[in-house]
């Protein structure tokens, strides 16, 4: 420990313990998440030297113990005396509390703008901390425990004089973050890969040493020549490209660094993604207003100048605009404001105008310069405008009419005859064959069933006007009697139950990722609430002495098979589709209340928007991502509670 006890090093070891007393003050939480933001705060220090144009490459290792070692190549944090504290910057930076870039000068500290809480804090939350330093042929070192200095700065070796460094280990501390001080691997993996997007030409390297003796680490490398712009594509894998170009615009203004990268798909929703000194702001903010103020002026104006928009013809929207539009608007800036109710919304009005001005002036040159870009981004603009107009008259139709007129119920739907929604469920049966084996098998008084014919529309894939249109969502529709989007209610839901039943196949299964996907999108209430149900058909029917089983699994078909044992009087049938069973076999294995699997699809809030992104890849029409959807199909029946 050191021996100076000034007043200043006693006001150290109080914000030190403040930190340890309340960390959630400083991290958020002490969660798996804030365990993991120890290594972003570390890591953001190598970042912020990289940004200065002093290193280009950052390792990060897990240790086998679970600690973490963070090194960078740049010039090294300074070791100097800092005359105001009296002891070298770099015991500065770990033992004062918000310290970050105050110290050496003329730093361009910009990361950690919404969390930057400084190294001090990492060092007070770590059963252990050791920093090592190499600058000029020399090696320091200083070791910490739970923030406490354990040695003063000593030199423990030499290096060669032009080689610069820091390198961080720590150990968090199990006292401290009691739910877990175990590091995920792929929870790393996905910010460091964000981070490498956004800072172009920096190597960033993760490793994990966790693994049994004699068997290769764990690595992965991030390096994006290409930033953003390969962000962008990265973004657009699984999706069909408009054009080939990346558009990419660039500029300083105000003291604003402002990069775009962008690109349309053939999809129709937009993806874009924000950040403020590499934090991502899912709420937006003056960035975000800059670039949508200047994306729809930009492109109003050269619709208009090129006669592609007719003088007649009402202004495009933004919206219309940004269909199908996967971007990343990342700007850089001195004193982050956030406002809003969690703090997460840019406010600073400097960077409106900065984004504006930029994307504006290069965008116009862009458009100039690639007119047959330009042409079909705005040919689908404009398609998207008249689809817009077109779903807004085809909605009004749908919404549901006032309490006494009730819109007519479909044709095709064989309703139930009781009228209390609690007793009520309704089968959505693939395929007409079906459907009428349903119709027989059921119980009147509380079943209905609705046959839907043909390919289901994926919503993903199809602008609104036509989903309004297809026969089959608006036999759902108006089955259901909820309404849709604003107008939904789900006091007017007709039956307690909606259960989907469709074969037992991997076309099955992706009927009823279209069918959730449609529901999802169209009234999430439903599956939030709990209404909606997988059925669950036999996959194998065993004959043997007049006796007869049904397997769901194979697992179970094995299990029977031990049981009554194997010999040739076992007569075993496959089930390829409903189709396949009588209206009684339908009723016993798939319907009857009594003995029925019923699996009820939910969603828990975090996986929210993870299931966005998941549908969105499975529902791409390239073949690769379709692949992966039927796997991670897998993974979101597991999310399915029995
Ligand atoms: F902050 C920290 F300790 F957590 C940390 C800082 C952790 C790691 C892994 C690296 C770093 C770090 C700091 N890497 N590089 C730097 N650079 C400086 O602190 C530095 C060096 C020289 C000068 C100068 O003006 O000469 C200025 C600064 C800010």
């Known amino acids: 420990m050191s021996d100076k006890y000034g007043a200043d090093q006693i006001q150290i070891l109080e914000g030190l313990e403040a930190v340890r007393k309340r960390p959630g003050m400083y991290i958020g939480t002490t969660s798996s998440r804030g365990l993991h933001h120890l290594v972003y705060e570390i890591v953001d220090n190598s970042v912020d030297e990289a940004l200065a144009g002093f290193c280009d490459t950052i390792l990060v290792t897990i240790n086998n113990d679970n600690s973490i070692t963070v090194t960078d190549n740049g010039r090294g944090i300074p070791v100097g005396i800092n005359h105001k504290a009296g002891i070298p910057a770099v015991e500065v930076v770990f033992t004062v509390l918000h310290a970050g870039g105050k110290f050496g000068g003329g730093g361009y500290k910009v990361s950690g703008g919404l969390h930057g809480v400084g190294a001090s804090v990492v060092n007070a939350l770590s059963d252990w901390l050791e920093v090592e330093i190499c600058k000029d042929g020399k090696i320091y070192k200083q070791r910490y425990e ?11 070796g030499e290096c060669e004089k032009e080689k610069t460094g820091t390198k961080v280990s720590f150990k968090p501390d199990a006292g401290i973050f009691q739910e877990t001080v175990e590091f995920e691997f792929d929870v790393l993996k996905q910010r460091l890969r964000e981070m490498a997007f956004l800072t172009k030409g920096l190597h960033i390297v993760l490793m994990d040493m966790r693994v049994e003796k004699d068997v290769k680490p764990l690595k992965r490398e991030f390096y994006y020549e290409g930033g953003i712009k390969e962000f962008v594509t990265y973004l657009n894998r699984s999706k069909t490209s408009l054009y080939d170009n990346i558009m990419y615009f660039e500029g300083n203004k105000n003291n604003v660094y402002v990069e775009v990268a962008m690109q349309h798909n053939d999809s129709y929703t937009e993806s874009s993604y924000s950040f403020v000194n590499n934090i991502n702001t899912p709420e937006g903010g003056t960035h975000l207003i800059g670039f949508r103020n200047a994306l729809t002026k930009t492109f109003n104006d050269y619709a208009r100048a090129n006669k592609l928009l007719k003088d007649s013809e009402p202004n495009l929207t933004g919206e219309d605009i940004r269909e199908g539009l996967t971007a990343i608007i990342s700007i850089k800036i001195q004193d982050p404001q956030f406002e809003g109710q969690t703090k997460q919304k840019l406010g600073n009005s400097e960077a409106r105008n900065a984004v504006d ?23 689908k603009s404009i398609l998207a405008q008249r689809a817009r107009d077109a779903a807004r008259k085809a909605r009004d139709l749908t919404r549901r009419k006032t309490a006494l007129e009730t819109a007519s119920l479909p044709g095709k739907l064989a309703d139930c005859s009781d009228r209390n929604p609690e007793n009520c469920e309704i089968y959505i049966v693939e395929g007409d064959s079906a459907g009428g084996s349903a119709k027989s098998a059921r119980s009147r ?41 604003d107008d939904f209610d789900i006091s007017k839901l007709r039956y307690h139950k909606i259960i989907l039943m469709t074969d037992a196949d991997v076309d099955g299964a992706h009927i009823a990722t279209l069918l959730l996907t449609f529901i999802y999108r169209f009234m999430p209430g439903l599956i939030k609430q709990g209404y909606v149900y997988l059925a669950q058909p036999p996959l194998y029917k065993l004959e043997k002495n007049k006796n007869v089983w049904y397997a769901y699994s194979d697992e179970e078909l094995e299990r029977i098979l031990q049981e009554v044992g194997r010999d040739q009087n076992n007569k075993i049938q496959r089930y390829k589709g409903l189709g396949e069973m009588d209206a009684e076999q339908l009723w016993d294995t798939t319907m009857d209340p009594e003995k029925r699997i019923l699996r009820r699809v939910t969603m828990n809030e975090e996986a929210e928007s993870e299931i966005d992104l998941t549908f969105t890849t499975l529902m791409g029409d390239k073949v690769e991502p379709r692949r992966e959807f039927i796997e991670e199909n897998a993974r979101f029946v597991k999310n399915l509670d029995i």
Do not use: W
């Not at 209905?448 to 529709?477: C, F, Q």
């Open 146 to 156: 739970k923030g406490y200095v354990s040695y003063p700065l000593k030199i423990v």
């Open 445 to 485: 008084a509380t079943q209905a069933i609705l046959p839907l014919r043909g390919k289901i529309l994926n919503v993903e894939k199809a602008r609104l006007d036509k989903i309004y249109a297809n026969a089959e969502i608006k036999a759902m529709i108006t089955a259901f009697g909820t309404g849709i989007h």
């Open 357 to 379: 001005s930029i994307v504006s002036e290069q965008l116009t040159y862009f458009l100039e310069q690639n007119p047959t870009v330009a042409k079909l981004i705005c040919e």
